[in-house]
């Protein structure tokens, strides 16, 4: 059978993929047709039959959403029939909806139903009589439905089930009575008892505004909105995001994907970064402790000076080997790379580190060593069409919440088995999921067995007293040799993993085959956000820029540190430096702790202009997305600030030279 | 040795009205006078003549009592059964000739009908397998073991069966279709969701012949290699459920259900899932939704069930009449099957006959009989001698076929081409005393409220249909009303997604079509022609004909009715509600409380009153 097929769309002749829709068909050749319930991201549903068109030889126009192109079909999108009857579809969604509220809702401008009524010049009809609540609900913090708004498109119960792998909304009701309600066991509950983990996707969905954020009123309409494309970084997933700005303020923030990848996100990152804008009342110091250890606040200049005096009072009077410098995992790459520049070659010290776990550097590498330079764990693509995924540790809810997603949709809605060792929870039900939780802490014994049988056909694992046998040993083993079969890391295992651990991990990854030259099944997942970012840069005392190797693993902290310049929160124990003088450079707009001598407090997450690499290896922009006008600094211009004052000639105009010069390096093999 | 068999007719229709009772009572008679080795009672299933229920025939003499109470047992048994006397009274006398008739198919209700779907209803005790495999029952089975699963498809294409459950697709194409999707699961669905309101062949097809629906599916199995079957059966039919249990278990006691079924080879097994009623249900892409656990809603085709169905395994859904009709054409072969019937449609079709007609219930009749035959021969024409209007065929979304079209025959393309269709088989008779307006909007209560939600057209346009109906039905119609109520209803029959929107505007449509003067009469003239719809009608005395009773100043809630006794009574035009209480109250002989609708004033008619109100007295 060919490939693709030829069709005729309004007289010109057009080939696209076999099983591409009419309405995709048409959208890829640039001819558009109207639509109110698809959404290029779900399954269409064929509800709202806008999107009808004619097909010569049918007797009726179609709807060109859910019909696939066939080979000779011959197309129009535009007729005085289709007007017509695109106008009469509007018109009787209309009465239905509120429109008299459009004069004074969020969406207007950027409402589907309101833009398809203007396009078709309907006439308004008289709202029908429904039974279905008028009253907004928010029963939650972060969401509120109007549901007289909604027009049952279905898209958010869609993208509940298939994007978050919940079953939060169900269409209930019948005729004109028709709602879609939060529900569970047969009846309407709140948000959170129905599941809800509330990712907001179903907001982002909503082509009216049945669904909109907590106190989106008035926080300034859709098309008064300012776009910019960023990164979340509440985890190394690093999902892309579109952060919209009103007068300069973060109105909120949805997910943004451009083709192939993945396009949701979870609830900090379309909540996250404006409950940090919430706590907007201090909007940053600069301190510096007197000698009665009390912050006193000072000027930036002076704050810097302090620094750079103290720092260099240390190096001088212990050598350069009592600094140490500390990355954080919100640093961008080019501030990473930047700041490991400033301690080797200005500070002269090899003392640099962040906060990620020692394991997961050893893990990383270890795998990069087999698989080979830029060959990067699995994308979230690769994960939805899995037949295993080994999920290791525990945690991802909370410490990566879109993975759990994933897995959750590869679990219920594709065809993946999901191998769990942490103990199993109530979401696990609707799974085709084996509950390893046996091996939960003790995950070398696991990793051991699957090697031993694979690589000596030792089906003697000595497990059967804990309860795991050699016919669960040869499945498992079976699972895991499959071609779509991959293994998720949580921090949790690394954070208390050993050298012994990542060993046998390593070593069953290769076992089953999921690693190897050129192929890389194994997402490992660091606490810290750009973890991958930094350890390419160089972020860390033992890799340069480009993993050029440069020490060992080991303790940055050594006894005879006695300055310390941090960025963001200490990775370490302060106990363990209490004497060291700290220099804190953070976006955090807290009140400085006590911890530090010296407090700077540098420009947010959402002001940083800068790439990011997430775990599975995609770089992507962070923009800066309004002018910084906080009289705040950004990190990389801090960082330069105090090579200056060092006595460095370093001459970045602006961040694209550092990109030049940091694309100059070498990268090891 | 019995000398005697008496079928008491079991279907809900009969025990409802005491079949149960009366079957005790004989029980109890026969033994008084212990006759109880003598004669066999048998409980049997639907014999379609619910309205004269319960049903007594006592073979091998057939002779039909009919509307048989308990209290009625014990002079059948002791004039009847030994005496010999007929007992006259329990007979069945025929409405128009007025003769009574004492065998079952010398009843015209019978005699024109034709039954092979229903050939075991009524005859069989249905919670008796054996009783099933005498008459025939199996060998269809056993015939299409024989046979190569595409000869099983070759034969039901030859016969020409084509849908029961409405919209009439050739079954064996949908057959071929599913034989040739690829995959080794399969499943064969029945499609027991009876929706429609009156419309009960298929319950009593289950209640009546429960294994005709087996061997339909086991049939089907072999002929699309399947080898698990669902029978998908609202929960509001507990009876059917209980007696297809019944049956399921003796057929697997039999080896006639399970594993390596009659030495073929051959598996199948059977799972029932009652559904919760909503007549969307019994569109097949919901049904299987609501099988799989889900909300019962239709999904877009193409993929079509023949392909991705059931847990999207390839699998074909019929309805419980074509099942029940494939063991014959499997035994007896195709061609004799499409003997029967017309060109394009083969074969019969059963239909609850209800409305207005004298001999109401579950009539089957070969395809290509005339309408006039089914209302006035079966149906035994129109009750109290009342002129027919219009039929109303096809259940909820059927359309209205009018007198002019009396002759047409019963087939699904000549339905189609008048406006109907065949549906699952409701055909309510209407007479001069019903609004069509009324009508349609009745029908529209019903589809609107059905309506799933999915799709627009159907989720408000079904609703702004009714509001429009409404309106008209209570006076508020406007000019313009029936050209939108007309462009409308053609919208949401092109529009909607799946088969309930696309047929729910018929009744409209065809009333439109047929009864349009009904529209303007309403809309124009403000008046009702039929005199039903009460906001249009105007109750007034008679002076020269009231005698002055004051019944119907008692009968009347709002005191509209004044007058002193013996004197002419007057109603007072603006309290009156139209209520009827008064036409009701009047004496029959005296009649002198007359209802007309001849229109309410105009605007411009309207003349404003002293407290300003514009009342249409």
Known sequence: MKKTVSLTINGAKIF????????????????????????????????????????????????????PATEGMVVSTESELLEEKRKQLTELALATHPYKDCLTCTRTGTCELQDSAYRYGCALPEQLERDIPAVKTADNPYLSRDEEKCIICGRCVQVCRTGAGRFVYSIVGSGVDTRVAPWRSGREVSMEDAG????????????????????????????????????????????????????????????SASKGEHKWLCRKGKFGLNEDAGEENITGSFTVKDEDGVNQNVELKDALKAASESLKLIKDSHGAGALAVFASGQLSNEES????????????????????????????????????????????????????????????????????????????????????????????????????????????????????????????????????????????????????????????????????????????ARATGQVAPGKNNILLLSGYSNATGILATGGTSYFGPGYIRQGDIDDTLQNQVKGILLFGSPPFDPEKVKDAFIVRVSGDRKEPGQEANINITTAGHDQKEGHFTNAAGQTRLNDTAVTNNTGLLNDWQVICELASSFGAKWSYASLDQVREEMASQPVAD | MYERHILICAGTGCISSGADKVQEALIKSLQEHNLQDKVRIIMSGCHGFCEKGPLFIVFPEDVFYCGVQAEDVPELVEEYLIKGNMVERLLYKDPVSEEIVINHDKIMFYSKQQRLALRNCGVIDPENIDEYIIRGGYLGLKNALKMEPSEVVEEIKSSGLRGRGGAGFPTGMKWQFCLSSEGAKKYVVCNADEGDPGAFMDRSLLEGDPHAVLEGMMITGQAINADEGYIYVRSEYPLAIQRLRTAIRQAEEYGMLGENILGFGFN?????????????????????????????????????????????????????????????????????????????????????????????????????????????????????????????????????????????????????????????????????????????????????????????????????????????????????DVALLEELATAVKKGSMCGLGQTAPNPVLTTLRYFRDEYEAHVNEKRCPALVCKPLLQYYIDAEKCIGCQRCIKACPVDAITGEKKQPHEIDQELCTQCSACFDACPKKVSAVVVVSEGLKTEEEVEVCEEGCKCQS
């Not at chain 2, 035959?373 to 009342?386: Q, T």
């Not at chain 2, 393309?413 to 406006?419: E, H, K, P, R």
Request: charged share 25%; proline share 5%; net charge negative.
């Open chain 1, 16 to 67: 696209v993929d076999r099983g591409t829709t009419i309405l995709e068909a048409a959208r890829q050749n640039g001819i558009e047709i109207p639509t109110l319930c698809y959404h290029p991201a779900l399954k269409p549903l064929g509800h709202c039959r806008v999107c009808i068109v004619e097909i010569e030889g049918m007797e009726k126009p179609v709807t060109s959403c859910d019909n």
């Open chain 2, 268 to 480: 199948f097994k059977v799972k029932i899932k009652e559904g919760a009623g909503a007549f969307v249900c019994g569109e097949e892409t919901a049904l299987l939704a609501s099988i799989e656990g889900r909300r019962g809603v239709p999904r877009h085709r193409p993929p079509f069930p023949a392909v991705e169905g059931l847990w999207n395994k390839p699998t074909v859904i019929n309805n419980v009449e074509t099942l029940a009709n494939v063991p014959l054409i499997l035994r007896r072969g195709a061609e004799q099957f499409a003997s029967v019937g017309t060109e394009g449609s083969k074969g019969t079709k059963v239909f609850a006959l209800t409305g207005k007609v004298n001999n109401t219930g579950l009539v089957e009749v070969p395809m290509g009989i005339t309408i006039r035959e089914v209302v006035f021969d079966i149906g035994g024409g129109i009750r109290f001698g009342k002129k027919f209007k219009a039929a109303q065929i096809g259940g909820p979304s059927g359309g209205c076929i009018p007198e002019e079209h009396l002759d047409l025959p019963i087939d699904f393309d000549s339905l189609t081409a008048a406006g109907a269709m065949m549906g699952s088989g409701g055909l309510v008779v209407v007479d001069e005393d019903t609004c069509m307006v009324d009508l349609a909007r009745y029908f529209l209560s019903f589809t609107k409220k059905e309506s799933c939600g999915q799709c627009i057209p159907c989720r408000i346009g079904t609703n702004q249909m009714y509001d429009i109906l409404e309106d008209i039905t209570e006076g508020r119609g406007k000019p313009e």
């Open chain 1, 196 to 255: 809800c983990i509330f990712c907001g996707q179903c907001i982002d969905v909503c082509p009216v505004a049945a669904l909109s954020e907590v106190d989106r009123e008035k926080g300034g309409r859709e098309w008064e909105l300012v776009t910019y494309p960023g990164i979340c970084l509440h985890c190394s997933l690093g999902c892309p995001t579109s952060r919209h700005y009103s007068n300069g303020r973060l109105v909120k923030t949805t997910a």
């Open chain 1, 337 to 508: 790379y930047l700041l490991q520049k400033l301690a080797r070659n200005v500070l002269e010290t090899d003392n640099i580190n962040f906060g990620a776990e020692p394991a997961w550097v050893e893990a990383f590498t270890a795998i990069r060593a087999i698989a080979g330079a830029g060959i990067n764990g699995p994308g979230f693509n690769q994960l939805e069409r899995a037949e295993t995924i080994l999920i290791v540790g525990s945690g991802l809810e909370e410490s990566h919440p879109v993975a759990e997603m994933i897995i959750n949709r590869a679990g219920r809605f594709g065809c993946a088995r999901v191998l769990k060792t942490s103990p199993p929870t109530e979401d696990d039900y609707f799974w085709q999921h084996m509950d390893l939780s046996i091996f939960y802490g003790r995950e070398t014994l696991l990793f051991s067995a699957i090697s031993d049988y694979l690589e000596a056909g030792s089906v003697e694992s000595g497990l059967e007293e804990i309860g795991f046998t050699a016919e669960d040993l040869r499945t498992i083993s079976g699972l895991m040799l499959k071609e779509k079969s991959y293994t998720i890391v949580s921090p949790t295992f690394f954070k208390e993993a050993g050298p012994g651990e990542v060993d046998a991990l390593v070593k069953m």
